[in-house]
């Protein structure tokens, strides 16, 4: 436990005091219970103090999910840092309590910046690549889904016969046949669908 008077020590020495809110979302709640200690423990030690940790259980949301969260009191080395932490641990929320008022010079302004668009730029990199990730990989899904549903429909299926086949909400499989009916590969015959030569 970090004294009163260490505290002020390092808000003397440039230190910021800031609470800090971090939330963690999934299921079954002893994973989330157990996964938001396991986050805090992997706070970096040499860019932060952590002074308080209040731990709040997790309660069930919509969805079957459980959300838990932890209130931290942290002192950072320096206003980077803090950034940085939001950066890499995306903080629910945020206040600093110490030192009320910041200086700082124009150079150390533009260092950090940088520092902060070097990021912006590199998260933004992973978001198109995850993207484009995701558009070959509902590609691959969409043509697997064609190809079953082309071996599922010789002799002719109807959409719930279909759905009980393949495991997918019947709104989903009828978007996917309406665009083979479009392609010719498929043909609506009453209510079954079959598939063409």
Known sequence: MVSKKEIKAKVAQGWLL?????????????????????????????????????????????????????ELDILFSSLNDMVYFCFDFMPSSIEVYEPEELTYKARDITAFINDVQGRSHDLDLVAKQLKQQNIKLNEGFTSILKNFILISCVGGRTIPELQKIIGLEQKFIKKVIDLMIKEKRIKKDGESYITLK
Do not use: Q, R
């Open 18 to 70: 800031a609470k800090v809110i971090v939330e963690i979302v999934g299921k079954p709640k002893t994973h989330v219970d157990k996964t938001i200690k396991d986050y805090v423990k992997s706070m970096p030690s040499k860019t932060l103090i952590l002074v308080k940790e209040e731990y709040h259980k997790a309660i069930k949301h919509e969805g079957n999910l459980f959300a838990a969260f932890v």
